[in-house]
């Protein structure tokens, strides 16, 4: 079968969204000041928090299925580029 | 009495400082305000006020979905008119995910909401909502608000500075931008900023919250200062 005969296949993609370097995390901070070195976790040394969105999504293939999203992402900012980074990736 | 100029104050799912504007506006100001739907028409306005609030309920992040709504493309079209646009805490949010300021508005440092008052120091007072403010000038303000903390990079930063467009900081009693009057971890105690023509800005405090006497712990009335200052605007650009 050609590639561009392939039916749909459904895709689990996730968007995971966190704050630059540059710009602190201060959930992250408390996590691991608070909770995790105040447990004993003291080789810990550093927590970033970040947000993380898991789509479903219908597409010919998994590149077609990454495409989409990032699309998605840059086009409706789903983060902000100036204070976020951003990765895709397919779920199995 | 200015009853000839027309302010829109917009509402989208969520605003919840929208009443308060329109009575400023009306009631202390003495200018006609009306409230717009975000998917109706934003026609025959002076100027345009987007409230404070929760749009959207904050969803993904304060600011974002409404800053898609339908209304934002014709507050676009007027911001390159000239019209003053004025976005006033989760109306500043949607400003800057609409692209019309710069930057960003992440949680705050401590991770709590702040509701509290402030002082404020005018930076400049050319623009559409300081203009019959001194540069220097101290206001007392409320703010409530959880997603503040004002962020931009290098490049941004040094931009803002290059063309004045920061225009009100956050400052102790003695009108000095410290550590310990800056609510929220802004960078640089920054708490509003303008566009490049300095029609548009946006700002986290509550004018409309400060603008009666009776109002302020302080007996202020300095949110009062803001609107004022975009009624001379509208009033100088018809003359």
């Not at chain 2, 559409?128 to 409320?142: D, Q």
């Amino acid at each position: 079968m050609r590639v561009c005969d392939r039916l749909p296949q459904k895709y689990t993609v996730e968007i995971v969204i966190e704050n630059k370097p540059a710009a602190r995390d201060p959930e992250g901070e408390t996590v691991m000041r608070d909770l995790a070195h105040k447990s004993g976790y003291t080789n810990i040394k550093s927590i970033r928090t970040g947000k993380i969105l898991r789509l479903n999504l219908e597409a010919s293939s998994e590149i077609e299925a990454k495409d989409t999203v990032i699309r998605m992402v840059n086009e409706l900012r789903i983060y902000n580029p100036v204070a976020h980074v951003y990765r895709v990736e397919i779920k199995d | 009495m200015n009853t000839e100029i027309k302010i829109g104050v917009i509402r989208f799912p969520g605003s919840n400082c929208d009443l308060d504007t329109v009575y400023v506006l009306r009631n202390v100001l003495g200018v006609s305000a009306d409230l717009v739907w975000h998917k109706d028409k934003l026609e025959g306005f002076d100027g345009i006020i987007l409230p404070g609030g929760f749009a959207y309920g904050d969803a993904l992040r304060a600011g974002i979905i409404a800053a898609y709504s339908p209304v934002i493309l014709e507050v676009k079209t007027l911001a390159r008119e000239g019209v003053p646009i004025a976005g006033i805490c989760n109306g500043f949010q949607v400003l800057i995910e609409a692209g019309l300021l710069p930057g960003a508005l992440l949680p705050n440092d401590g991770l709590k909401f702040i509701c509290k008052w402030i002082n404020l120091r005018i930076e400049h007072s050319d623009t559409a909502f300081t203009n019959i403010e001194k540069k220097g000038g101290l206001w007392k303000l409320p703010i409530a608000h959880g997603e503040g903390k004002y962020f931009a990079d290098k490049t941004i930063l040094k931009d803002l500075y290059e063309n004045n467009q920061i225009v009100f900081l956050y400052v102790n009693d003695e009108g000095e931008p410290t550590e310990d009057a800056n609510p929220n971890g802004s960078f640089d105690s920054i708490a509003g900023i303008c566009n490049l023509e300095r029609n548009v800005l946006g700002l986290m405090p509550h004018p409309e919250r400060g603008s009666e006497k009776t109002l302020s712990p302080f007996r202020t009335d300095h949110g009062n200062r803001f609107f004022q200052s975009m009624i001379e605007y509208i009033r100088k650009g018809v003359a």
